[in-house]
């Protein structure tokens, strides 16, 4: 699992996560559930709301091995609570092994509204 650079307008946050099966049996992924941690400790679930995307419904989509995929997240600026250090990914791949991405985000809180736009194999149309 990986990241591209978090692009920023008008106080609204975007993010690509990539996906590439590494594994010799399909995977499944799922609209993802966050958890984060914030410096002091504090751990919680942050709201995910499914983003419709035209011609592109949010359902699982099979990744057969070696394959690629990618979806998005976005979130606006929300200065209301600490800032996350630690963000974990569940792709529903693999709930017992979550995907860690550390992100140097600086205003993704645990209070913030997440928008996940569905997985795709064309990284050029997550957004």
């Known amino acids: 699992m990986g990241h591209g650079v978090v692009d920023s307008a008008l106080g609204r946050r975007f993010l690509r996560v990539d996906a590439r099966n590494c594994t010799t049996r399909e995977v499944v992924l799922k609209q993802p559930v966050l958890t984060g941690e914030t410096a002091s400790g504090r751990r ?4 995910v709301t499914a983003t419709p ?3 592109r419904p ?3 989509l099979v990744l057969p091995p070696g394959g690629t995929a990618c979806a998005g997240i976005a979130w606006r600026a929300a200065p209301r609570s600490g800032r996350l ?3 974990r990914l569940v792709t529903g791949a693999r709930e017992d092994l979550p995907d860690l991405l550390t992100l140097d985000v600086l205003d993704l809180r645990l209070d913030s509204r997440i928008d996940h736009y569905p997985w795709t194999r064309d990284p050029e149309g997550v957004f």
Not at 44 to 47: H, I, K, S
């Open 53 to 55: 995307v035209a011609g």
């Open 85 to 87: 250090v630690e963000l």
């Open 44 to 47: 919680g679930t942050l709201r």
């Open 58 to 60: 949010d359902e699982p």
